[in-house]
C-alpha cells in the first residue's frame, strides 16, 4: 500500500510539472504570432501603380522605356475635400523611365518618387509591336518572379507604342485603367474578348502543345477599341488576327459566343442577315494517316436571327433551312482561309489542336514534333447552325 500512494503522488507530481511546462511552451509560441507584420508599410505610404507600359526606346533598341499610370487619390472625385475635376487627365499621374533591363527602368523611377511604388493594384500591362515582336520572355521575367504581381492582370498587345494606351483620357471613366479593364472584362463577360490574363499566358508560353495570343488593342488619340488578337510562335509576335476572325477561333478553341454572325442571304451579298450566338460547342476528332494528323472539328451554333435587310417569309420553313444552310457556307469558307493563315502564314496552332492530341493521343504526340507537323496537318472545320427563333414580324 504505501508504494502505490507514493506511484500515485509522483505520478500526481508529474501532471502538476508538466502544466506549467505546456503553459510556458504555449506563451512562448504565442509571443511569435503577436509581433505583427514585421515588414509591414502603411498605405499612405506607398505609391500604387495601376497599369504598366513596357516599348522600346526610338534612339536606342536596346534601351526599354518603362510607363507606368498612378492615380491621384486627391484629385479623384469623390475622395474627399480636395477633390478636383472628373476626367482622367486631372486624377492620373503617366511617368516614365528608361533602363537596360525593366528591373532596371523600374529603379530609374523609382528614384524620381517620394514613396515606394506598389505594383499589387496593377491592372493593365500594356505592350509595345516592337517588343511583343522581339520576344516577351525575358521582358516579363521579373513580373513573372515578384509576389506583387497579381496573375489575373491583364497583358495587351498595343499598335504602335505601349504607352500610348496609358496617356489615352477616355471620358467615360474617370481612371483610364478603369475603363480598360471594363472594356476587357465585359467583352470577356459576353464571350466577346478572350478573357486572358497574366497567369494564362505564362501557362501558354510554357505549353509545347498550344501557341498563346493576347488581345490587340488601338488607340487613335483619346479613343480605345479592341482589335482582335496577335498570335505568338513560342514568345515572339507573328501577326494577328481581326476581330471576325478572333471569334471564329474562340469557337473552337474557347467554345465561346464570339460577336455576331453577318452573311448574305441566297448568295446576294446585298442581302445580308444578322445572327447571334447563343450556345456554342466544339469537338475535335483526330486520326493520324502515313503520320500526317486528320483533324475534323465540329462547330455548332444555335442563335437567334437579329436583323435581315430583306424581304422574306420566315414562317415558312424552307427559308429556314436557307438562312441556316447560308451561314454555314459563310462560316466554313471563312474558316478555311483561316486555316490557311494560321498553317502557312504564321505557322502558330493557335486552335490548340496540339493539346487534344497530347491528351487523347500521348503517345504520338511523344513522336512528333507538333510545331514542324501543324502546317502539313489535314485540317477541317464544319459547321453546324440552328435558328432558335427568328423574333417579331412587322405587318
Known sequence: MPRRTERRRNHSMDKSLRFPL???????????????CWDRREIEERTSVVAIAIDKSKDNPNVIVLTVQIPIPIRIAGSGAGSGGADGKHSVKVMSSTGQTVVDAFQNLQKRLNQELFYGHTRIIAIGEDVAKAGLNHILDPFRRDPEIRRLLWPVVVKGEGRELLTAIPTLEQIPTVFIMTLIENGARSGRIPDINLGDFFIDLSSRSREPYLNYIEVNGDDIKWSGVVLFHEDRMVGRLNERETWRVMRIREKRDGGNIVFPF????????TINTEFVSSKQKVSFQDGKAVVRITVSIEGNLLEKTFDADLMNAKTIRQLESDAVRYLEENTAELVNK??????????????HIKAHHPVMWKQMKWEEQFPEADIRVTYKVKLRNTGMEMR
Not at 505546456?22 to 505583427?36: I, K, N, S, V
Not at 441566297?266 to 442577315?273: K, M
Not at 494560321?342 to 493539346?355: E, M, N, R
Open 22 to 36: 505546456r503553459a510556458a511552451l504555449m506563451l512562448f509560441l504565442l509571443t511569435f504570432m503577436l509581433t505583427g
Open 266 to 273: 441566297d448568295g446576294n451579298p446585298e442581302h445580308l442577315a
Open 342 to 355: 494560321l498553317q502557312h502564314v504564321y505557322k502558330t496552332d493557335a486552335f490548340g489542336i496540339g493539346s
